[in-house]
């Protein structure tokens, strides 16, 4: 599912309670996109969006005299979990780890994409629920409704790296996916570091279905 095209569609100041970053949009074109969903067809065409919040230099020059890999966080937009503070899930948690260590680090950059329940949308998120609330797991609820386990491929926010020009990164996931999705596309992950928060006995089973069917790094 290649995209045809990826533009920056907008580059303004953003200060936040974590500290001053810039925030640019990006749009990318899939021409032909499969669906996730079986029993619904496919448009001809799908425009993709996401937003960088970047902070500091992050083509700064390393130790050894080539490029420093700035340290990178790809997150999915999920309003339940970062707007309203959900404990269904860790996304929230997982959002300020990310900021902090940003900051921390004094550069590093943001990739929030609009993949709202693994991609399946937002009102089928709220139906996931729904079944998830009478016995089924994350994954088994996305089958019922006829989805794909996790519908994203996270080629944008490799993209929008390459169009950065960060060639490498260190990358803030626990999710294996997301570094193979890099390293496919020619972004070098040189590190990857611990996503993992604390849980709640509302995620946990949630958190476990991540580690036990979908190899995410977590204890």
């Keep these: 599912m290649p995209f045809e095209t990826v533009r920056k569609v907008a580059d303004a100041d953003f200060p936040t309670r974590w500290g001053h970053f810039r ?3 990006f ?3 899939i021409a032909n996109p499969e669906p996730c969903n079986d029993a619904m067809p496919a448009p001809r065409q799908r425009i993709e969006s996401a937003v960088a919040l970047v902070m500091g230099d ?3 020059t390393g130790a050894d005299g080539g ?3 700035p340290i990178v966080r790809i997150h999915s937009q ?3 979990g970062d707007v309203f503070h959900s404990l269904r899930c860790d996304c929230r948690q997982q959002f300020e ?5 940003i900051t921390d680090a004094g550069a590093g950059i943001l990739l929030y994409e609009q993949q709202e329940g693994r991609g399946i949308g937002l009102m089928a998120k709220l139906r996931a629920y729904e079944l998830q609330d009478k016995g089924l797991d994350t994954i088994e609820a ?3 409704l006829g989805y794909e386990a996790d519908c994203r491929r996270f080629e944008l926010p490799a993209q929008i790296l390459k169009q950065m020009g960060v060639p490498a990164v260190r990358l803030i996931t626990n999710n294996p996916a997301k570094v193979a999705a890099l390293e496919l596309a020619g972004v070098k992950v040189i590190e990857r570091i611990s996503a993992e928060v604390p849980t709640e006995p509302t995620n946990e089973r949630y958190l476990k279905t991540k580690r036990e069917k979908m190899g995410h790094l977590v204890s």
């Design 67 to 69: 490029p420093a890999a």
């Design 58 to 60: 992050i083509h700064a």
């Design 27 to 29: 749009e990318g074109l």
């Design 97 to 101: 780890l990310a900021m902090l260590a």
């Design 142 to 144: 996305n089958l019922e």
């Design 23 to 25: 925030i640019l949009g």
């Design 78 to 80: 999920c309003l339940t």
